[in-house]
């Protein structure tokens, strides 16, 4: 899972998988939910995230797997 955080757009977008997704549904304004073939969510996008995600501390709990902070 990668969560990548763009001001230039104002918009965070968290990949959940490497599948390649076919389909995008926008649940609610500036929320965009995509699927892979077989329905799977693979990714979330957030328009004007400032607005909507309190990003000013991210808490990863009960995580396994391996945490990498790149800084850009």
Known sequence: ???????????????LSE????????????????????GNLVSIDIDNASTKVAMQRLVVNRMRGELE????
């Open 69 to 72: 902070r790149i800084v850009g």
């Open 19 to 38: 599948q390649t997704s076919v389909q995008s549904r926008e649940i609610s304004e500036g929320v965009v939910l995509d699927y892979d073939a077989e």
């Open 1 to 15: 899972m990668t969560l990548n955080d763009h001001r230039d757009t104002d918009s965070r977008y968290i990949d």
